[in-house]
């Protein structure tokens, strides 16, 4: 009788515990969150590193370059915005 | 005679504390407007003041008879009572699709530790029947209860500051 009466305690302990750490899974930014953040940084560092590119040979075809670069910058913020404002939305319901 | 005075003004702050959730959560429900996780969580923590009000004077009565059944009826239902409470705060979020807050995570907690001190007490009463642990449930549980409203201030007061900075950004 107690044995049993014990086990349930124990197995409502775990019962609370297991539903806690499925809360706190809830708690962190998702995974593709992340992957998508990664991404984007990892765009940014190579517009940056060809805006470097230009600059270093200026000598050359500058100006058809540089437009296409500014091109991509121009859509690199777009999505930016896009991703920023899908986080908004998400996390803070506005 | 220190452990009594101790005693006593745990129990007298305790009697307020179902007044403050319920201020609290009125509070942050008419600042955000919104079934935020906060106010999740603090709905759930006067739910559960109200429950466990209602089911007191049986539980008190049933608890006082002689056998191991009934003190399991008394420590049962307030391990069952907490462990709703979690399932309820988790139910919610997950329908809600709403990212669990500190908050919440700190509501949770304290049930999870809630529930871990009652089985113990249950245990130590069912096995050595020590009474050691008889003085931290009675301490540990108004502590708990109290400690809750400072915490639910601080954490929601980081999460409302936070929000604001991000939507003065966006």
């Known amino acids: 009788m107690a044995f049993v009466l014990i086990l349930i305690s124990v197995f409502m302990v775990f019962l609370a515990i297991i539903a806690h750490r ?24 190579d517009l940056l590193v060809r805006k470097d590119h230009i600059e270093a040979r200026a ?36 | 005679m220190l452990n009594e005075q101790i005693f006593e003004l745990l129990k007298s702050f305790e009697d307020v504390t179902s007044i403050m959730y319920i201020v609290l959560f009125l509070v942050i429900f008419f600042i955000e407007k919104r079934m935020s996780s906060a106010t999740v969580a603090l709905l759930v ?20 008879q002689v056998g191991l059944q009934y003190k ?7 391990m069952g009572l907490n462990v709703i409470c979690i399932g309820l705060i988790l139910k919610f979020h997950l329908s809600h ?9 700190t509501v949770s907690l304290a049930y999870v530790m809630l529930t871990v001190v009652q089985a113990l007490d249950f245990i130590d009463r069912a096995t050595l029947n020590s009474s050691a642990f008889a003085m931290i449930y009675q301490v540990s549980i108004p502590t708990i209860n109290i400690g809750l409203i400072p915490l639910i201030c601080y954490f929601w007061l980081q999460d409302f500051r936070k929000a604001a900075l991000m939507y003065k950004e966006g």
Request: charge should be negative; charged fraction near 25%.
């Open chain 2, 45 to 64: 923590l006067c739910l559960c003041k109200g429950m466990a009000s209602l089911i007191l004077p049986e539980l008190l009565t049933l608890a006082s």
């Open chain 1, 59 to 94: 000598h050359l075809d500058l100006a058809d370059e540089n437009e296409r670069w500014k091109n991509d910058l121009a859509q690199y913020m777009e999505d930016y915005e896009q991703e920023a404002l899908a986080r908004r939305r998400l996390h803070l319901g506005r």
């Open chain 2, 72 to 78: 399991f009826a008394w420590y049962g239902c307030w």
């Open chain 1, 22 to 45: 499925k809360l706190l899974a809830l708690s962190g930014e998702p995974q593709i969150y992340a992957e998508v953040a990664s991404e984007l940084q990892q765009r940014a560092h």
């Open chain 2, 97 to 105: 699709k709403i990212r669990a807050s500190n908050v919440a995570i």
